[in-house]
């Protein structure tokens, strides 16, 4: 069957497409395949409709475009996991399928998803393609807000852009989530993310246009005192996700949603403790970190 990819919103042409014709429960052709990097490169989001998929053909299909990184930034306890480490849990709920406690720390912890963030910017090496599917929806809420780092990117002043070429940002996710007040962390776990460091404006290396890197895990650039990097990473942000560069996806059931993390950023919208939201989400590492996909 033909594929074909159009913009998901005509007055956004070149952000968040939706890919139609193309069956991910099935092995991929190669043209399918190119044509999804294709899309990738062009819109930074991909959004399939009614990928009816359990997790063996999650994991088959994201293979089939790129190595996996394994779900180490996850809180939960190995022994208290319900998918393998091939898979990040984006639920709220307990190995039983059961809802979390509002006070849960684990749940506490997954709300850190609703900063906006890149994934896994807190490892060396960081994700290059995120593929989330919506297993389960809770009726209302629960949205996924995505932001286009290159459009926001362009549209910085000369100034800006010179003066965030060349910085260095340190992320962590002890930094993202004392955003929200969470500090519940075991030494192993401060040892395990200790920060890590990425570049502020990164290449992509296929269309090599620039983009704004950043994330609610960058807590400090090099060479900065604290509070002026922060308040400098946050003003970025503020201009990062205006409305103009922002496509807010709304879940219906069996939706498979792709965004490169390269060139985006997202973020989760609330939607109420007491409804069970079962997203699964498959990740491509980039391989390299950020530091070697320097502007030119
Ligand atoms: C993720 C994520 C947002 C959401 O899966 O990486 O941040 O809406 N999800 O669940
Ligand atoms: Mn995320």
New binding site residues.
């Given amino acids: 069957m033909s594929h074909t990819i159009k913009p998901v919103e005509p007055a956004r042409p070149t952000f968040a497409g939706e890919v139609s014709g193309i069956d991910l429960t099935r092995r991929l052709t190669d043209a399918e395949v190119a044509a999804i990097h294709a899309g990738m490169d062009r819109f930074g989001v991909l959004v399939f409709r009614d990928q009816h998929l359990d997790d063996e053909q999650q994991l088959a299909f994201s293979r089939q475009l790129g190595a996996l990184e394994k779900a180490t930034g996850d809180i939960m306890a190995e022994k208290d996991r319900r998918l393998s480490m091939d898979l ?1 849990d ?1 639920s709220n709920v307990d190995k039983h399928g059961e809802l979390l406690p509002r006070d849960d720390r684990r749940r506490l912890f997954s709300l850190g ?1 609703m900063l906006w ?1 890149s ?1 896994s910017s807190f490892k060396d090496v960081p994700a290059k393609y ?1 593929l ?1 599917s919506a297993r389960r929806i809770p009726a209302t809420g ?1 949205n ?1 807000e995505f932001a286009d780092m290159r459009a926001a990117y362009d549209a910085l002043d000369d100034a800006t852009k010179a003066e965030a070429h060349d910085l260095i940002c340190a992320h962590s996710q002890i930094f993202s989530r004392g955003i929200l007040g969470f500090d519940d962390f075991t030494d192993a776990e401060r040892a395990k993310w200790a920060p890590v460091r990425q570049r502020l404006v990164r290449r992509h290396p296929n269309t090599g246009r620039l983009s704004l890197y950043l994330s609610s895990h960058a807590g400090a650039i090099e060479g900065w005192p604290v509070p002026e990097a922060r308040a400098f990473l946050r003003d970025l942000t503020e201009h990062a996700t205006q409305r103009q560069f922002v496509y807010a996806h709304v879940w219906r059931q069996w939706d498979l949603v792709m965004w490169d993390n390269r060139v985006t950023m ?4 609330r939607y109420r403790a007491d409804e069970v939201r079962d ?1 699964r ?1 498959t990740t491509l590492t980039n391989e390299v970190s950020s530091l070697e996909q320097a502007p030119i």
């Fill in positions: 990040n984006i998803n963030h994934d995120s989330l629960g996924t997202h973020r989760a919208r997203m989400r």
